[in-house]
């Protein structure tokens, strides 16, 4: 089992920074793949990056490569989002998830457990 909670969203200009964290409990951490997500009102939950479970491997989606960074401590049990040049098209509500299954994934449905998501609102 593995409890997520988010925090470090808010509101920023364009062309800010923010870093998101996601802090982990439960002995599942270390062996799970995480991943973040994100859902604005009216659309469905997207991809946004993902990190395997020794940190070594990263994906991205193609909207935030460049600009969003994905990272974890795991003697903190955390998982971070380092998001730079934000745009107002990034504001939507962030949620870390955690992917128990051998293979790293895009899709939202391969997570176990998610967190309850923190708002990011970018203005223009």
């Known amino acids: 089992q593995v409890q997520l909670v988010e925090s470090g969203g808010g509101l920023v200009q364009a062309g800010g920074s923010l870093r998101l964290s996601c802090a982990a409990s439960?002995?599942?951490?270390?062996?799970?793949?995480m991943g973040w997500f994100c859902q604005a009102p009216g659309k469905e939950r997207e991809f946004v990056a993902a990190?395997?479970?020794?940190?070594?491997?990263?994906y991205y989606a193609d909207s935030v490569k460049g600009r969003f960074a994905i990272s974890r401590d795991s003697a903190k049990n955390t998982v971070y989002l380092q998001m730079n040049s934000l745009k107002p098209e990034d504001t939507a509500v962030y949620y870390c998830?955690?992917?128990?299954?051998?293979?790293?994934?895009?899709?939202?449905?391969?997570?176990?457990?998610w967190g309850q998501g923190t708002q990011v609102t970018v203005s223009s």
């Open positions: 990190i395997s479970r020794t940190g070594g491997i990263t």
């Open positions: 439960g002995r599942t951490f270390s062996s799970s793949h």
């Open positions: 998830a955690a992917n128990t299954a051998v293979a790293m994934s895009k899709l939202s449905y391969n997570y176990n457990y």
